[in-house]
């Protein structure tokens, strides 16, 4: 079963750091790209991030350029989204979710999505 789970969310004041782990099980990422997608009550899911199978190519969100860092581990077969200088604009659900190779930053281009996991940015 494919299956990504990510983890890692949570409850942290402004100009803080979360650091999102997405963890995938029946498939290797080592031929996969992966996409952070967040959502917002009454908002549309938009895209963050993006990293290649290889790790060699990367995207952002122009909000989040300088401050989120997205990066792979494929002997671990994680990918983790590190992000400084919160904002409570930030606050959201985030979302994980696969495609084959080449990055997006379209979520109907990805297949497999995790459960999402919440981070909330606010003191």
Request: aromatic share 10%; charged share 15%; glycine share 14%.
């Amino acid at each position: 079963q494919l299956q990504l789970v990510e983890s890692g969310g949570g409850l942290v004041q402004p100009g803080g750091s979360l650091r999102l782990s997405c963890a995938a099980s029946g498939f290797t990422l080592r031929y996969y790209a992966i996409g952070w997608f967040r959502q917002a009550p009454g908002k549309e899911r938009e895209g963050v991030s993006c990293i290649s199978a290889n790790g060699g190519s990367t995207n952002y969100a122009d909000s989040e350029k300088g401050r989120f860092t997205i990066s792979k581990n494929n002997a671990k077969n994680t990918v983790y989204l590190q992000m400084n200088s919160l904002k409570p604009e930030d606050t959201a659900v985030y979302y994980c979710a696969s495609r084959w190779a080449s990055c997006s930053m379209t979520s109907g281009n990805f297949g497999v999505w995790g459960q999402g996991t919440q981070v909330t940015v606010s003191s």
